[in-house]
């Protein structure tokens, strides 16, 4: 659980980003401190409406830099001119507003909420399947407040997703501390199963996101769940297997239940069964027994594997883990590797991105973004942003068509092909027609795999 402080600058719009912000790491168990010197982490929420501006935001951002352990820039300046920031050789990570919860983490596993029951934010539905975690992770102090895994049965977990569809979520978003492990507890693994029910049971067009799961509990399900996902459109074809290091010493070291050749082997699998799908995965930066030539593998691993997104931290010591006796590395050598590594993940990431561009895509409008846009998800959960999104009457939870345009590294731009009134119309006068319904299943475009 890290102490956190922000600061924000502009408009209402990015006043709203931060509540979300705020949020999300308030239920991850995360606290608010007055000042940056009190905080593990700053994060600074950036506004670029003009010069002036922009120069008070690097001035800041390097009084940050130095008042603090760790700093995140997110906002205008950083998504449209992230490069003055590093220009001016400020250490910071550039992220984009959604990405900023998960990077504050440690690498640690999601701290639990006060229960597991559904909550509805907007038309995402936030379903936890169960609480506790099966792993002993040497640096993670989270495993104090879970306890042992303890799984609900599948059937009460459907229910739970039934209903949250029918309160108007479009977007069911499976979460736990590892999401992989459910159903250990009782002997089986059970989260294919409860995919596949959920998929297969609950009537509506509705997305499924499943959230944070090990490799040490995947690889063993790995050939069924990814079936599960090349069957079901509802489900993006999305997966978070934090790996945290290339080097099978240092995973050892950090009592991780997984080796590389592991990880390897799931995503080989996912491949195998995937023509697109969005790999997440995450990296701790300069463990207290990182040696160079690990830091070389994880560099090596990231380049193989190239994943659509990561999340990058740096080591930090917990209090009562067993990693906080270690004797840590230095502060510049954690910089150094944290951005040789954060350098690595904008360029695969504006890779992934710029591949969409020219393509046609179906997406769900998710939430509204800054101005009059709205941010939206495609088949693999990768990020689309439509600009002006009245004029094309979208609002959260509709379906449309449209062709990506541009990018701007970890998102990318879409255009709707049509209003979706006109597409409602559209789908409204087939189905009178015809006597059917028209599908709204997410397509699975066939792109090269690197």
């Not at 994880?298 to 990561?310: A, G, N, T, Y």
């Not at 046609?360 to 600009?387: F, H, L, N, P, W």
Request: with cysteine; net charge negative; glycine share 8%.
């Amino acid at each position: 659980m890290a102490r956190y402080h922000i600061e924000t600058y502009g408009c209402t719009s990015n006043r709203g980003e931060s509540r979300q912000i705020e949020s999300a790491l308030r239920d991850a168990g995360h606290y608010p401190v007055e000042g940056p010197e009190d905080a593990d982490v700053a994060i600074m929420n950036t506004c670029t409406v003009v010069e002036k501006t922009e120069q008070n935001m690097l001035r800041r951002a390097k009084e940050l830099e130095s008042d603090t352990a760790d700093l995140i820039i997110t906002g205008c300046m950083a998504l449209a001119q992230g490069e003055e920031f590093r220009e001016e050789e400020i250490d910071a990570q550039i992220l984009h507003w959604d990405d900023v919860p998960a990077a504050v983490t440690n690498g640690e596993c999601p701290t639990p909420g006060p229960g597991t029951e559904p909550v509805l934010d907007g038309v995402v539905g936030i379903l936890p399947i169960a609480r506790g975690c099966l792993s002993n992770c040497s640096y993670c102090i989270t495993k104090f407040a879970t306890g042992r895994v303890d799984s609900p049965p599948v059937e009460e977990n459907v229910e739970k997703a039934r209903a949250l569809v029918h309160a108007g979520a479009k977007e069911l978003r499976i979460t736990g501390q590892d999401t992989g492990v459910y159903g250990w507890d009782t002997g089986e693994r059970k989260l294919p199963e409860l995919l596949d029910r959920i998929c297969t049971e609950i009537d509506g067009d509705f997305r499924v996101r499943l959230g944070m799961a090990n490799p040490g509990g995947v690889h063993g399900i790995r050939e069924k769940l990814a079936d599960v996902f090349a069957r079901h459109d509802e489900l993006y074809n999305f997966i978070h297997l934090p790996v945290q290091s290339g080097s099978d010493e240092v995973l050892e070291e950090m009592r991780r239940q997984h080796r590389v050749e592991k990880f390897r082997e799931i995503v080989e699998t996912f491949d195998s069964r995937l023509d697109y799908w969005t790999l997440s995965t995450d990296f701790i930066v300069g463990f207290p027994t990182e040696t160079a030539e690990d830091h070389e593998r994880s560099m090596e691993l990231f380049r193989e594997i190239r994943p659509e997104k990561v999340n990058i931290t740096r080591f930090s010591k917990r209090p009562g883990t067993d990693a906080a006796d270690l004797k840590g590395l230095g502060g510049t050598v954690k910089k150094e590797r944290s951005k040789e590594m954060s350098d690595l993940k904008m360029d695969v990431v504006a890779e992934a991105y710029e591949s969409m561009v020219g393509e046609t895509r179906r997406v769900m409008a998710v939430r509204e973004g800054t101005g009059d846009s709205m941010k939206c998800r495609d088949g693999a959960y990768r990020q689309v942003i439509v600009r002006n999104a009245s004029d094309h009457g979208i609002d959260p939870g509709d379906f449309l068509t449209v062709e990506v345009t541009s990018h701007q590294t970890v998102y990318a731009f879409g255009e709707p092909l049509e209003s979706v009134a006109s597409a409602s119309a559209s789908a409204t006068s087939s189905s009178a027609a015809d006597g059917e319904t028209e599908s709204a299943a997410v397509e699975r475009p066939s792109v090269d795999s690197d």
